[in-house]
T-cell receptor, first 113, second 113 residues
């Protein structure tokens, strides 16, 4: 069965600094990996996905993620954080594309000016 | 281009009652999934509908049932409500075989008293 771990409940970063939100996963086959962001009282917004190909995936709003098969990680990164990036971030994994996703518990990102 | 729409946005029910939540997928999408997001947790997969049939199911009791209509819209029904069913219920859609990511609605906040 697939699973996701987001080891940090909260990440604090100063505006303009680089940010990293960590995610590790476990699947029996090839992983399909996703990052979503959630603002208060809203649904989840898609940021980026990894299916196959380049290990560095670029997504929306300047975010990117690095797939590392040996470490089973898929960390979310951004070179320069904005206050408006403050939100709840979820990593998710699927075993077959289009089928169920298993989500992590989420990481709160706080960017301070 | 309308995204995923859900109704109602909020709902208050009493223990033992039944509830129906509704979802219209994003235009062009044919597959609908439902997720339950309890407070402070990541979304958990309930089930997925494609071609009007339940294709996958998560670890939820039979009190949770669903339906997909010919126009791809979907309903989630929960019978014999428990206090623990209080959560944000998220509908998500995608188009099979197009590697499109899941698009989420803003959810229905269900409170069981």
């Amino acid at each position: 069965a697939q699973s996701v771990a987001q080891p940090e409940d909260q990440v604090n970063v100063a505006e303009g600094n680089p940010l990293t939100v960590k995610c590790t996963y476990s699947v029996s086959g090839n992983p399909y990996l996703f990052w979503y962001v959630q603002y208060p009282n809203r649904g989840l917004q898609f940021l980026l996905k990894y299916i196959t190909g380049d290990n560095l995936v670029k997504g929306s709003y300047g975010f990117e993620a690095e797939f590392n098969k040996s470490q089973t990680s898929f960390h979310l990164k951004k070179p320069s954080a904005l206050v408006s990036d403050s939100a709840l971030y979820f990593c998710a994994v699927g075993e077959e594309y289009g089928n169920k996703l298993v989500f992590g518990a989420g990481t709160i990102l706080r960017v301070k000016s | 281009d309308a995204g995923v729409t859900q109704s109602p946005t909020h709902l208050i029910k009493t223990r033992g009652q039944q509830v129906t939540l509704r979802c219209s997928p994003k235009s062009g999408h044919d597959t609908v999934s439902w997720y339950q997001q309890a407070l402070g947790q990541g979304p958990q997969f309930i089930f997925q509908y494609y071609e009007e049939e339940e294709r996958q199911r998560g670890n939820f009791p039979d009190r949770f049932s669903g339906h997909q209509f010919p126009n791809y819209s979907s309903e989630l029904n929960v019978n014999a409500l428990l206090l623990g069913d209080s959560a944000l219920y998220l509908c998500a859609s995608l188009r099979q075989s197009y590697n499109s990511p899941l698009h989420f609605g803003n959810g229905t906040r269900l409170t069981v008293t």
